[in-house]
């Protein structure tokens, strides 16, 4: 049983007591495990969760503590029979129960056959369990928590919807039991997807849309994530913020999916728990875990533009004993060099590298240590496109009027966590990180074009372009349940701390300029500049500090509260100058602080149903910088939620449906007249209101869907400039939805082949219009149709698996994002992005 031996639950001697022993025996031995009680144990640690079954029922647990290490359970509520409580709790974990023949004691042993259990009324035995015999195949697996680390974490689970989320409560709470609205996109959507961007993955969450200069495949590192109508470029890492904090250098584009298990989408305001944030919500990576069981997979795409990439995934014990556990991540992309790209003169390269190193400690404490490096060499383009009296001109999707215009970002990001189990109620965890990033770029840009009387030319200027940012943070949080007055509550005390420093330094030549003819443009590859003229250098210093509590209430007759609160204070300075060695500071250091509450309320009258209603405050200081440095002044937002969840098939089918409204002043935009620097502009209040459904799971066997709708409408009520007052603001449309199923057969003769297709709707788009106009022009709705196929069988071992994705596949023109600038009266430059074209993606995966 392990160097530990047996763990023997002693709270089921100590408080089931005599009377518990005398009445198991006066009850027949096959009738106990059919007594009918009631449960009350909360989402949490295994271990704890078997300690309250053992209390309640006054039954002997017996289990190996190495099998319960690294595990949580749902939890378990209402009245249930022995047998059935096991059942629930044990679901998804790997484990089975053997009940003893008196029906007095329980042995938890690993699962070996999918179905089986062992019980005092005559199912079938288990098998013995071969301790270090020969791994089964990959197709024999269980497929539901292989590796002991949860459902999220399993590479074989087909689930496209998981139980539990952390990102909204930071506890683990189911999201059925959760009064805000949390969705995940899980590992089986990524591979039947054959996703490769964060676009691509988050277009299965309602409200949520991704812009930038990723839109279209060029892969440069600019971008931001839009919840709920307003655009932020901060994301979390395993609950770390990851973001460019004013330096311009976010990533969010070139954000690598091969360490991720799955993605977390919190919405509305998360400043109660994670601090300054823009309003519409979080969205939170979740990395894959070292498994104490050996996985290893290796996988390989080529698809359309010449786009080549390759991912390795290896995770095991170091250890014998499984206390020493490991998990490499690493992948490589070759997308459009040198034979092709959906735009002329842009191409890109990847190198991503993810070790992660685990001890276990003791059976309570563990120390995990992450490292992450990615290189990423992208080109720059801005979507120019030339435009006559605010009319854009009809021109190849994939025309380029600059030149190649390298740009590559480096990023090295760690991070250290421990956590220590007290008992069965308390708990505590820190984490610790630090993030260095590097972004230089040299670009020949369009300015302007001139009409020489025989042809229009497009007149281009030179630059370059460094950028820096290093960061360090780290939080604790102790979790603790306990009970008073017959309500439960897990009880959550934390803060954190956050620093960012950041550097930029700008070198353009509006002196000399290049031309290129506007309709037959032929690209000379003329050198960039061989004098570089400083145009601006601006650094910033933040250091933010927060501390916040909360508490779920679980109360009688299935209610449930949640409650928290959030100080939150931020110091920030600046510099500026013509050259980043001679700046001069500002005036006066920043500095802000503010209260962000959160309520909630939720009513569980089913298992099946959940209503809740939700209030949050919502906090954010120094979102980016206002030309030509200075920070933009804090913004504040509240918002009010109310929704209803579904759940259907043991929780393999689930539904969520809600109202919002979400106003917010000092709302941050990208300030077009200073392009490509980092700068926004503020508008004085804006609101956000309209309706989200999300649908995701298992219809049937085999059959799985995800389905989303938002209507929402995002307008500026708030204004300096009365004609803005009841206008459209930013660039998300009112409609939105998505669509994608698949079908995986289940009869012997068409076994391992999956089919399957969607297809994502965006209606018009706003344009920006800053050419003074006052056009209030937009994009065109569009809709897109993507298809998939698979297939999976078994050779010598290894699970492969051949799939190919096409996307897009009526090749339909639409645009990611358009804003006409102050020269498109007349002939003039705007701004357009093109989305993706009809694309192919093949794949051969190997797992074993």
């Known amino acids: 049983m392990g160097a530990t031996a047996l763990a023997t639950v002693l709270g089921a001697l100590a408080i089931g007591g005599a009377d518990d022993a005398r009445a198991h025996a006066q009850i027949p031995d096959k009738e106990i495990v059919e007594i009918v009680r009631a449960y009350s144990i909360p989402a949490g640690r295994m271990s704890t969760a078997l300690t309250r079954l053992a209390d309640t029922s006054g039954v002997l647990i017996v289990y190996d503590t190495t099998l319960t290490r690294t595990l949580t359970t749902r939890g378990l509520e209402g009245t249930h029979t022995l047998n059935a409580a096991l059942e629930e709790l044990l679901s998804g974990s790997g484990l089975n129960y053997e009940v003893a023949a008196d029906g007095k004691s329980v042995l938890i042993v690993l699962a070996q056959n999918d179905g089986v259990r062992s019980d005092a009324v005559g199912a079938e035995a288990l098998p013995p369990i071969d301790v270090g015999a020969e791994a089964r195949t990959p197709a024999e697996r269980r497929g539901r928590d292989y590796g002991g680390a949860g459902a999220g974490q399993d590479p074989y689970n087909k689930s496209y919807v998981l139980p539990n989320a952390s990102t909204g409560t930071k506890t683990d709470t189911p999201v059925m039991e959760t009064p805000l609205n949390i969705q995940s996109v899980t590992q089986q959507v990524l591979r039947d997807q054959q996703a490769i961007t964060i676009e691509q993955a988050l277009q299965n969450v309602s409200g949520v849309a991704v812009g930038g200069g990723g839109a279209f495949g060029g892969g440069t590192p600019y971008g931001d ?11 979390f890492r395993n609950g770390f913020r990851m973001g460019p904090n004013g330096s311009g250098i976010d990533g969010i584009s070139t954000i690598q999916l091969a360490n991720i298990s799955s993605i977390e989408v919190l919405k509305g305001p998360g400043a109660t728990l994670y601090g300054l944030l823009e309003p519409g919500g979080v969205v939170n990576i ?65 190198i991503f590298i993810a070790p992660t ?5 003791d059976a309570a404490t563990s120390v995990k240590l992450e490292v992450q490096y990615d290189e990423n060499r992208s080109a720059i383009t801005f979507g120019s496109t030339p435009a006559f009296n605010g009319q854009f001109l009809s021109l190849p999707r994939n025309r380029n009027y600059s030149e190649h215009s390298p740009d590559t970002l480096k990023t090295f990001f760690s991070a250290l966590t421990w956590s220590h189990q007290f008992d069965n109620d308390w708990s505590i965890k820190q984490q610790i990180a630090f993030k260095r990033a590097e972004d230089a770029s040299s670009f020949r840009l369009p300015a302007f074009v001139q009409d ?34 017959g309500a439960k509550h897990t009880l959550l005390l934390g803060g954190d701390f956050y620093r960012s420093s950041t550097g930029s330094q700008n070198f353009i030549n509006f002196t000399s300029f290049s031309e290129i003819d506007l309709f037959n443009p032929v690209h000379p590859g003329t050198p960039f500049l061989a004098a570089p003229v400083p145009s601006g250098a601006v650094s910033n210093l933040q250091d933010t500090a927060g501390f916040y509590l909360q508490d779920q209430i679980k109360l009688p007759y299935d209610f449930s509260i949640l409650a928290g609160a959030r100080y939150q204070y931020i110091q920030q300075k600046s510099a500026s100058g013509l050259t980043a060695d001679a700046l001069t500071p500002s005036d006066k250091v920043t500095t802000a602080e503010a209260v962000t509450p959160r309520f909630g309320l939720l009513w569980r009258p089913e298992q099946w149903v959940s209503v809740y209603g939700h209030y949050a405050d919502g906090f954010g200081a120094g979102a980016g910088r206002i030309f030509p440095g200075t920070p933009a002044a804090p913004s504040k937002a509240q918002e009010f939620e109310a929704g209803v969840k579904l759940e259907w098939f043991d929780g393999r089918l689930r539904a969520t449906a809600d109202y919002f409204n979400l106003a917010k002043t000092n709302v941050p935009s990208t300030d077009y007249a200073h392009p490509g620097l980092g700068f926004v502009v503020l508008t004085g209040e804006v609101r956000s209101k309209g309706v989200e459904v999300d649908i995701q799971g298992e219809i049937l066997p085999g059959w799985s869907m995800i389905a989303t709708y938002t209507n929402q409408e995002v307008r500026t009520t708030k204004d300096e400039n009365p004609a803005q007052i009841g206008q459209r603001f930013g660039r998300d449309p009112r409609n939105m939805a998505s669509l994608w199923s698949t079908y995986e057969f289940q009869t012997e003769m068409l076994k391992g082949l999956k089919i399957g297709g969607g297809a994502i709707y965006r209606d018009r788009q706003p344009i920006y219009d800053l050419s003074g106009l006052g056009l209030q022009m937009s994009n065109p ?39 006409l600038d102050p020269t498109a009266s007349g002939m003039g430059l705007g701004y357009r992005l093109y989305g993706a074209p009809r694309t192919i993606l093949g794949s051969l995966r190997a797992e074993f």
């Not at 229009?456 to 009970?483: C, K, P």
């Open 781 to 819: 709705a569009y809709a897109t149709i993507n298809l998939m196929a698979a297939y999976s069988f078994t050779f010598s071992g290894l699970k492969l698996t051949a799939q190919v994705n096409v996307s897009n596949l009526l090749d339909t023109t639409y645009y990611a994002e358009t804003a």
């Open 452 to 485: 020489t009387g025989t042809r229009y030319l497009v007149e281009r200027y030179s630059g370059e372009s460094a950028r820096q940012q290093t960061a360090f943070s780290t939080n604790v949080d102790v979790v603790g349940h306990f009970d008073t007055f």
């Open 357 to 361: 190193l685990k001890w276990n400690i």
């Open 225 to 235: 994530i839009n919840l709920r109508g307003f655009a932020s470029d901060v994301y």
């Open 286 to 350: 979740v990395t894959k875990e070292p498994l104490n069981a050996p996985y290893y997979s290796i996988d390989q795409q080529i698809g359309s533009f010449a786009n080549y990439r390759t991912t390795i995934d290896a995770t095991g014990p170091v250890t014998k004993d499984g206390d020493w556990l490991y998990r490499l991540n690493m992948s490589y992309q070759n997308n459009g060099a040198p034979f092709g790209s959906p735009i002329e003169l842009i191409h890109g390269q990847d």
